[in-house]
C-alpha cells in the first residue's frame, strides 16, 4: 500500500465517521431506523479506490464509531461491524463478478439489503431467539432499507461523477 | 442534478432491483402476519387460576381438575379441544377444535383460550382490572 493510498483511505475514514456520528445525532420517526449515510462514502471508496480500500474503511469507521459513542465490543457493536463487513462484501463481490450490471444506485441497494439481512441474522442468533418476531419486522425493516439505500446510492452518484470530473 | 440524468446514471439492473426490493418487501408487510400462526400461548384455568400456559406449537394432551371433575385437552397442529369432560351438556366437546378464541366448561370452571404474546404483555399492563 502506497503513502497515497493511506493518505486517500485516512480521509474518506474521517468522512465516514463524521456521517455516522452526524446520522446517530438525526432524529428519526423509528428508533432503530438508520439512514446508513456512512455507505455513500463506502461505496464511493470501493468504486473509485477498489475493495481493500473500502473494506478499511468500513473497519476504521466501525472501530472508531464504536469507540466515540462508548459501544465497542457491545451489542450495538457487534450489529454494526456484521452490517458493515457484510454489506461491504457484498457490493465488492457483485461489483468484481458483473462490474458492468449495476451502477451505484444497484450497488447501494445491495449493501442495505445484505446490511439487513445479516442483522437480523446476528439479532436472532444473539438476542432475540424468536423467528416470528424477525420475520415479522424482516420486510418493514428491508422495504426501509430500500429508501434509505436507493437515496444514498443516489447521493454516491453524484460525489462520484463530481470527484471523477475534478481528478 | 435533474431526474433525466438520474435515470441516465442508473442500470436497468438497478431499476429492477429497486423495483423487486419494494414489490417483495411491501408484499411482505402484508402477507407475513397471514403465515404466522395467529395464536401463540394456550392458557387454562380453573376458576379464574391459571393452571397450565403452553405453547400452541407443541402437540399436547393434558389433564386439569374443575370443580366436578377433570377435563382433558388435546392440543395438536396448532389447534386445541377438549376431549372429555364431566359437565352434562358436554358443549365443550361439541365444540371441537378452536384456532383461536377460547371454550369454556362453565360446569367444570374451565377455560381454555388461546391468546397471543402481545394480549399477554397487554394483561400484565393492566394490574388494577386484571
Known amino acids: ?167 | 442534478m435533474n431526474l433525466k440524468g438520474l435515470l441516465n446514471s442508473t442500470t436497468i439492473a438497478d431499476r429492477i432491483l429497486l423495483f423487486v426490493l419494494i414489490l417483495l418487501s411491501l408484499s411482505g408487510i402484508i402477507f407475513i402476519k397471514e403465515v404466522l400462526p395467529k395464536g401463540h400461548t394456550v392458557r387454562i384455568e380453573v376458576n379464574g387460576h391459571l393452571v397450565y400456559l403452553l405453547p400452541i406449537e407443541k402437540d399436547r394432551i393434558v389433564s386439569v381438575k374443575g370443580s366436578v371433575g377433570n377435563t382433558i385437552i388435546e392440543i395438536k397442529d396448532h389447534k386445541v379441544r377438549i376431549t372429555e369432560s364431566p359437565c352434562d351438556n358436554k358443549l365443550c366437546i361439541l365444540q371441537g377444535w378452536i384456532e383461536k378464541g377460547s371454550i369454556v366448561c362453565l360446569p367444570n370452571r374451565v377455560i381454555v383460550i388461546i391468546s397471543s404474546q402481545e394480549d399477554e404483555l397487554n394483561k400484565r399492563v393492566d394490574a388494577i382490572t386484571g
Open chain 1, 1 to 167: 500500500m502506497q503513502l497515497q493510498d493511506k493518505y486517500r483511505i485516512a480521509l474518506l475514514s474521517a468522512y465516514a465517521l463524521a456521517l455516522h456520528g452526524f446520522e446517530s445525532l438525526l432524529p428519526t420517526p423509528i428508533p432503530w431506523l438508520k439512514l446508513g449515510l456512512a455507505n455513500i462514502i463506502t461505496l464511493t471508496t470501493l468504486i473509485l479506490y477498489g475493495f481493500r480500500a473500502a473494506l478499511m474503511v468500513t473497519l476504521i469507521r466501525v472501530v472508531l464509531g464504536s469507540l466515540f459513542t462508548g459501544t465497542f465490543l457491545g451489542p450495538a457493536f457487534i450489529l454494526s461491524m456484521g452490517g458493515g463487513v457484510t454489506s461491504t462484501l457484498s457490493m465488492g463481490i457483485v461489483l468484481s463478478l458483473m462490474p458492468r450490471l449495476f451502477g451505484p444506485v444497484g450497488l447501494s441497494l445491495i449493501a442495505a439489503l445484505f446490511h439487513n439481512i445479516s442483522q437480523l441474522f446476528l439479532a436472532y442468533v444473539l438476542f432475540i431467539q424468536r423467528i416470528e418476531a424477525i420475520l415479522l419486522i424482516t420486510p418493514v425493516i428491508i422495504f426501509l432499507g430500500t429508501l434509505t439505500g436507493s437515496m444514498n446510492g443516489i447521493v454516491s452518484d453524484m460525489l462520484i461523477k463530481n470527484l471523477k470530473k475534478t481528478n
